[in-house]
């Protein structure tokens, strides 16, 4: 079936860091989303992807959006004790278009 | 403004009781979904509605049922729970469908059942 795969599932990074995570998709998307979760909290939507090629910024984060729509990636530069979370993708399944989650990356910062 | 408010936040429940979780949303949002998140699953599609009174299977539907009466609130029920249902559950809501709007998350709840 349609699958989302995020890679890595972890990452440990020293504050200041920079940060990347990588999400392939099965098949094209009409638009790649992103999510933050909070330890313990709740999926935060952040920002959604919809054309090829397409890079957006919020901040110390760049999300770009593959030219086959198949692939996306979440960038962080500096990285801060605030960037804890657990970062992911999710794009429209090809039955109603109802969201599918990557397993998401879990990024740790150290002070 | 609330956004989608999930009740209870926690619960322990006896292996064969049923519970009902509530969801409720205030940004007349059309579209309702109910997920449940397991360590290293990610989210997964349980049930969801595109309306007032429609109701759908998701991705992992068996041992749960759901009802829409109302557009503000989605029900979902374990009728005779199993410790393989001891996860969290987020409840979340979009403006419309076909995947184009991004979701609204509840706060969840952490069902355990022993």
């Known amino acids: 079936g349609q699958q989302v795969m995020q890679i890595p599932q972890y990452q440990h990074v020293q504050e200041g860091e920079d940060f990347t995570t990588y999400c392939n998709s099965s098949?094209?998307?009409?638009?790649i989303q992103w999510y933050k979760q909070r330890p313990g909290g709740h999926p935060v939507f952040l920002i959604q992807l919809v054309k090829s090629g397409e890079v957006k910024k919020q901040k110390r984060l760049t999300f770009q959006f593959g030219e086959a729509k198949k692939n996306s990636s979440l960038h962080i530069t500096a990285t801060q004790t605030t960037d804890v979370g657990t970062y992911f993708c999710?794009?429209?399944?090809?039955?109603?278009?109802?969201?599918?989650f990557g397993q998401g990356t879990e990024l740790s910062v150290k002070p | 403004n609330a956004g989608v408010t999930q009740t209870p936040k926690f619960r322990v429940l006896k292996t064969g009781q049923s519970m009902t979780l509530l969801c409720a949303q205030d940004m007349n949002h059309e579209y309702m979904y109910w997920y449940r998140q397991d360590p290293g699953m990610g989210l997964r599609l349980i049930h969801y509605s595109v309306g007032e009174g429609t109701t759908a299977k998701g991705e992992v539907p068996d041992g749960y049922n759901v009802s829409r009466l109302k557009k503000q609130n989605f029900l979902l029920g374990l009728e005779s729970a199993a410790p393989s249902q001891t996860s969290v559950y987020f409840c979340a809501s979009s403006y419309g469908g076909q995947g184009n709007y991004g979701y609204t998350f509840g706060s969840g709840t952490r069902l355990t059942v022993v």
């Open positions: 999710a794009g429209p399944n090809n039955q109603g278009g109802k969201l599918i």
């Open positions: 098949t094209t998307l009409s638009n």
